[in-house]
């Protein structure tokens, strides 16, 4: 999902929530509703933030 009027550094998460979590790109910001981790079954992105941890302002990477 867009998100208009959020930006950040690429990879930063700019928002936290139970519906996911906003993460900026290079134009703008998406919202994260649904993901896979590897090799897992796909989940709601807010169980994945809350399982994680992940914050705002943190920057995410391929290894998170």
Request: glycine letters at 16%; hydrophobic letters at 40%.
């Amino acid at each position: 999902e867009l998100c208009e009027g959020l930006s950040g550094v690429p990879g930063e998460v700019v928002e936290v929530g139970k519906r996911g979590a906003v993460i900026a790109c290079k134009d703008g910001a998406v919202r994260i509703l649904r993901l896979a981790p590897e090799g897992k079954k796909e989940m709601a992105a807010g169980d994945f933030v809350n399982g994680r941890g992940i914050e705002k302002a943190e920057i995410l990477n391929k290894e998170v």
